[in-house]
């Protein structure tokens, strides 16, 4: 089995792992972020180039560095390869330029985008972002379109990761949206406005990275980060019918599949992906439809975790801890 070595940490992985599924297996720090790419999902990756590292050693064979950094969704490891994420400063630079071109025509609406508090372009932008643009064009501008009853297009926020079109590719037959035109003119359009409808068409907006498309039953209805996400299921005669509540009391605002640390829909044990229908997403918004489970474990260091009762309860026994320890520490 071949070794790699990410960021000082050596693995043994399966022929044909990627170098971002072998820092996955590593996890933290190692993990390079990921807009394209999506696990559950053929043919993903290769388009955003977040993803980017820097291969200092090819190779035992060939120990010769890759001469540019190369997409880690897309290379293949090979035996020996030494791989720096963020132990490299010349590649951090050139993710910041990626992500500087990811801005370009994108608004960075924030305050009033729905994706805010749960989206990686965002985290992105925070990490490596510049304060202000230096692109002194033009922006693109579209006006927002409904796609379908329930989905809303914002494709000024669009960055073009064609994760919608493999969904619609691969769990949606007929597909009738895709992108059109090339190069700074490409967009994400339907045939015909208003044309997507297939029962399985709401987990394009699960797999969109930033807010382009958005639920229509909950736009605007609250921020995410004042919801509380509870695990529930039903049984559902479409879908796995496992499912992630964002609940303000005891309404439910929100139903989306159940997204892992990457932001991808997690897998069950025969590792198939947790899609879900169109009628558990937008038509089951009664706590009565669902047998709820428990708290959901907000996995990042997201805004949606602050305030959440898990952190809180965290943060009760740290102090408690702490309390004792100093308690300790003044009787001896
Ligand atoms: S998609 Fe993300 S970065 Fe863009 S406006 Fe929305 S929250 Fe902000
Ligand atoms: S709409 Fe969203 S999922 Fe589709 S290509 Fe644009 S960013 Fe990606
Ligand atoms: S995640 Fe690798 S190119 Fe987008």
């Known amino acids: 089995m071949p070794k790699v070595t ?24 190692a993990v390079p972020p990921a807009m394209c790419y999506y696990s559950g999902l053929e043919t993903s990756g290769g388009y ?33 390869m030494e791989v720096k994420n963020t132990t490299s400063p010349k590649l951090l630079e050139a993710r910041a330029g990626v992500v500087e071109f990811l801005l370009i025509n994108h608004p960075l609406d924030c305050p009033v985008c729905d994706q805010a508090g749960e989206c990686h372009l965002q985290d992105l932008s925070y990490e490596h972002g510049l304060s202000k643009s230096r692109y002194e064009f033009k922006r693109r501008e579209f006006e927002k379109i409904d796609i379908g009853d329930k989905i809303k297009l914002h494709m000024t926020r669009c960055i073009l990761c064609y994760r919608c079109v493999k969904v619609a590719d691969q769990l949606c037959p007929g597909r009738v949206h895709g992108v059109i035109n090339r190069g ?11 044309a997507v409808d297939n029962e399985m068409s709401g987990n394009m907006i699960d797999v969109c990275p930033v807010g382009a498309l958005t639920d229509r039953t909950f736009r605007f ?29 005891d309404e439910v605002l929100r139903v989306t599949g159940r997204k892992d640390a990457y932001g991808e829909l997690e897998k069950d044990a025969e590792g198939r992906t947790g899609w879900i229908c169109n009628t558990c997403r937008f038509d089951k918004k009664n706590e009565a439809d669902w047998t709820i489970e428990g708290p959901r474990h907000i996995d990042r260091h997201s805004v949606i975790s602050q305030n959440h009762y898990e952190t809180l309860k965290q943060l009760k026994i740290d102090i408690s801890r702490q309390k004792k320890l100093s308690e300790k520490a003044h009787n001896e």
């Open 221 to 249: 209805k609250s921020r995410v980060w004042f919801t509380k996400p509870v695990n529930a299921h039903r049984t559902c005669e479409t879908c796995c019918g496992r499912v992630a509540l964002w609940l303000s009391g």
């Open 184 to 194: 700074d003119v490409a967009e994400i359009s339907t045939y015909i406005e208003n």
């Open 48 to 80: 955003c180039r977040t993803c980017i590292v820097e291969v200092s050693k090819g190779s035992e064979k060939d120990p010769r560095p890759m001469p540019k950094p190369v997409p880690s969704c897309r290379q293949v490891v090979m035996d020996g």
């Open 6 to 29: 990410i960021d000082g940490h050596t693995l043994e992985v399966e022929e044909g792992t990627t170098i971002l599924q072998a820092a996955r297996m590593i996890g933290g720090e």
